[in-house]
Nanobody
Framework: QAQLVESGGGLVQAGGSLRLSCAASGRTFSRNAKAWFRQAPGKEREFVAAIIASGSKPDYADSVKGRFTISRDDAKNTVYLQMNSLKPEDTAVYYC????????????????WGQGTQVTVSS
């Protein structure tokens, strides 16, 4: 399994931007599908975005389409989440995931997880 470490979270005002990074170790990470999930207080972890392979079309939750962009740099073993036009409802702990088997919208399908990074959006 890949070992994943997220960074880039923080406190930002509504309308602002943040870029999250997820660096990984593990020789197979560069070929793995990758995703971002988030979990707000009192809520279940939910799908945010996924990119299955280099050059493939990313997929996004409806709530973030047009505002968030997932990208990957396989040479650096890193996946990114650029978040623009942030809203208070985007406040959550954001997790990156790698290695999927099955329905990639479900967190149960992913094999490796980072520890999470907190994103707080103030109104």
């Amino acid at each position: 399994q890949a070992q994943l470490v997220e960074s880039g979270g923080g406190l930002v005002q509504a309308g602002g931007s943040l870029r999250l990074s997820c660096a990984a170790s593990g020789r197979t990470f560069s070929r793995n599908a990758k995703a971002w999930f988030r979990q707000a207080p009192g809520k279940e972890r939910e799908f945010v975005a996924a990119i299955i392979a280099s050059g493939s079309k990313p997929d996004y939750a409806d709530s973030v389409k047009g505002r968030f962009t997932i990208s990957r740099d396989d040479a650096k073993n890193t996946v990114y989440l650029q978040m623009n036009s942030l809203k208070p409802e985007d406040t959550a702990v954001y997790y990156c995931a790698a290695g999927v088997s099955g329905n990639y919208y479900s967190d149960y399908a992913w094999g490796s997880w980072g520890q999470g990074t907190q994103v707080t959006v103030s109104s």
